[in-house]
């Protein structure tokens, strides 16, 4: 199954190490091996046809502003209330599959927050997305929501 990953996702390496991570997440998750044909029904928004778009900040922040009914401000914003922290997290998980932006880049499209706290978020969805089926399938459809365009 990795072979088969690796074959192919060429282009990025870091859409690659998020195939494998979802695969991972999702092995560990239902406790048994992932099959390949499972493993294509689960990467097929990374493996599928589709045309590639520009994805942008805006464009992350618009679909997770949708998927979790947030405003934009409320996830560039101050505000620590717990549903809108995790949304906040995801998206900045979603901006470090999708995109080549640095921790810091990515810290700035957030309110200008310290590039530490985009480093704490990416590790913490990496891992949650290993134990909760709910953050798993929350960013699953984050981003299949981003490469389709909403």
Do not use: W
Request: hydrophobic share 40%.
């Amino acid at each position: 199954m990795l072979e088969f990953i690796a074959t192919n996702i060429t282009d990025n390496i870091r859409e690659l190490e998020g195939a494998l991570n979802r695969v991972s997440a999702l092995a560990k998750l239902t406790k048994e091996p992932l099959t390949l044909p499972e493993a294509e029904k689960h990467l097929h928004d990374i493996l599928g046809d589709r045309q590639p778009r520009p994805i942008t900040p805006a464009l992350i922040l618009q679909a997770t502003s949708e998927l979790f009914d947030f405003s934009i401000e409320d996830l560039q914003g101050k505000s620590r209330r717990r549903p809108l922290v995790t949304a906040r997290q995801i998206a900045m998980y979603v901006f470090r599959e999708l995109t080549d932006l640095s921790y810091p880049a990515i810290a700035r499209e957030f309110g200008g927050r310290d590039h530490t706290t985009v480093i704490h978020a990416v590790e913490k969805i990496k891992a949650l997305m290993k134990e909760r089926r709910q953050v798993y399938d929350q960013v699953t459809e984050l981003i299949q929501h981003i490469r389709k365009g909403g």
